[in-house]
C-alpha cells in the first residue's frame, strides 16, 4: 500500500476527511507556515530553538512540582505533609486534608503505661496496645492525638529507662505510617519521670524531612513553670500547590504531677501547679493575633489539653438537670484545672485557670477542645453565652464545645466502662460553617454517642450511649 503522502492515496482519501470548521483550517494553514519557517532555519539556528523549547517545558514542570509532588504522594498512598519551604505561608511544616477533603484524627486518652511493673498491672499494657490497633484497623485515621497520662510515672519511673513505654505506645501508629501529636498530663510526671525526656524521645522517630512526632514545646521556661507540650499544627487545603491555610490544631499543657528530680523533706514528690501557665495564654493570643495579621482573616481551629478546663463542672451540672441534649457516659465529678490542696488533700478550686479559659471564648473560629484525665467522662457540651455558669470567670462562653475522650488505656483508675477512642472527622467543605462529626470507637467495635458538632449541637437529639444511665458519682 502506497505512503499517505502519495498523492493518488491523498486524492482518494480527501473525499473521506469531514468537513471541519474554518478555524480548523486556519490552524492548519498556520502550522503549514510554521514548519515551514523552522525548516527554512539553518541547521544551528534549528538547535538553538529546539533547546529553547525543551527549556521551556523544564521550567513549566519546575514550576509545577507542588502539584506534582502532591499527585504522585496521594497516587504511592502516602499521607501529604507539607514541609519547611513548600510553601510560603508562615514557613512553617503543617498537615494537609487528604485527597478525600477530610481530616480524620483519633484520640487516644489517658493511656497510663508503665504499670506492668505493679503486680497487679501486667497485663494492663498489651491490652492497650490491642485496643489501639483494633481502633486503628477500624477507623482511618491522619493524626493520632495522645492526649495526656500516656504513662503512670508513679509505676514507670521504677524501670532502669521510662522513656522505653514511648516505644510501646507509638508503635502501632509508626507500623502504619501514622503521624501524631502528644499533650503531657499530670501522671506523665513525678520526681523521677520527666515530660521533656518523654518529648525527646519521641522526637527519635523523626527521621530526616519525616516528621512523626509533631510534639514540640514552643514556649519558652521550664517544664515545671509552662509545661513541655504547647504548640500548634496548621492543617492546609487538599489538592495540588498554592495550598491555603485552613485550620490550626493547638495543643496546651496543664501541667500537674509532680516535679522532676525534686522531693520535699519526707520523700514526697514536690507538686505542680494544675493548669495552662499565664506564659502559654500570652504565647496563644500572641501567635493568633501574628496568624490574623498575616492571613487578614480567622482561621477555623480545635484544641487539646489534658486537663479539663473548670467550666466543665458547670456544663456537667447542666448537663444532669437536663438542660441539653450530650449522649455519653457521665458518671464521676470531674477534676479540673486550677485546684489549690492542703496537706490532708483537701482541695478547693482558685481560679487560676479563667486567663486561659477567657483566651478560648475570645477565639474566633475554635470550635471545640478536648480533653481527658476523667476516665468515667467522655460527652461534649456547647458552652453558650445564654446559660451562665456559676463560679466561673467568664460566666458564659461563645459556643465552644467541650469534649471529653473515651479512656483508652487498661491502667490507671476505674474498671466500670469499655475502653475505647473517639474519633474526629473534618470535612473541608465545612470548616467555615464549624461543623465536625465525632463519635467514641469501643474495644468491642461498636459505636458510641456520634454526634455532630455544630450550631444546633445541644438542641439536637441523639440516642443514648451505652452506659449512659450510669449516673453514679465514684
Known sequence: MAALHDDESSRSLASTKPILPASYASNDMTYSFIAASFLSLSSRRRLTVVTLFITGLIITTIMKREELFWLLTVAAGAKPLLEQGQISAFDFPGLRFGFDRQLKITIFEDLHFGEDLWPDGKSNDPRSIKLMNDVLDWEPTDLAVLNGDLL??????????????????????????????????????????????????????????????????????????????????????????????????????????????????????????????????????????????????????????????????????????????????????????????????????????????????????????????????????????????????????NGLNVCFGRRSGFGGYDKRFAKGARKIVVHEDDIERSVAETWVRLEDGNISGSITLNTTYGADVYPAAPGQNETSFR
Open 152 to 397: 503512670t510515672c508513679e509505676a514507670a519511673q521504677l524501670s532502669s529507662n521510662y522513656t522505653q513505654y514511648i516505644d510501646r505506645i507509638v508503635q502501632p501508629l509508626v507500623d502504619r505510617d501514622i503521624p501524631w501529636a502528644s499533650t503531657y498530663g499530670n501522671h506523665d510526671r513525678s520526681s523521677g519521670c520527666s515530660a521533656r525526656a518523654l518529648l525527646e524521645r519521641e522526637k527519635t522517630y523523626n527521621l530526616g524531612d519525616k516528621k512523626r512526632s509533631w510534639t514540640e514545646s514552643s514556649v519558652p521556661g521550664e517544664d515545671d513553670q509552662v509545661g513541655s507540650s504547647n504548640y500548634y499544627i496548621p492543617i492546609y487545603s487538599s489538592g495540588g500547590g498554592n495550598a491555603k491555610l485552613v485550620m490550626l490544631l493547638w495543643f496546651f499543657d496543664s501541667r500537674a504531677g509532680g516535679a522532676f528530680d525534686q522531693t520535699t523533706a519526707d520523700g514526697k514528690d514536690v507538686a505542680l501547679e494544675d493548669f495552662v501557665a499565664p506564659e502559654v495564654v500570652g504565647w496563644f493570643g500572641a501567635t493568633k493575633n501574628a496568624i490574623f495579621n498575616q492571613y487578614g482573616r480567622q482561621i477555623p481551629s480545635l484544641a487539646f489539653v489534658h486537663i479539663p478546663i473548670q467550666a466543665s463542672t458547670g456544663l456537667q451540672d447542666l448537663r444532669r438537670e437536663g438542660k441539653a441534649n450530650a449522649p455519653g457516659i457521665d458518671a464521676e465529678a470531674i477534676g479540673h484545672q486550677a485546684n489549690t490542696c492542703d496537706n490532708s488533700g483537701n482541695c478547693f478550686y482558685n481560679s487560676k485557670d479563667s486567663p486561659f479559659m477567657r483566651a478560648l471564648v475570645e477565639t474566633e473560629g475554635l470550635l471545640a477542645i478536648f480533653s481527658g484525665h476523667d476516665h468515667a467522662v467522655d460527652w461534649c457540651m456547647k458552652w453558650s453565652n445564654d446559660q451562665p455558669l456559676a463560679a466561673t470567670d467568664p460566666a458564659t462562653g
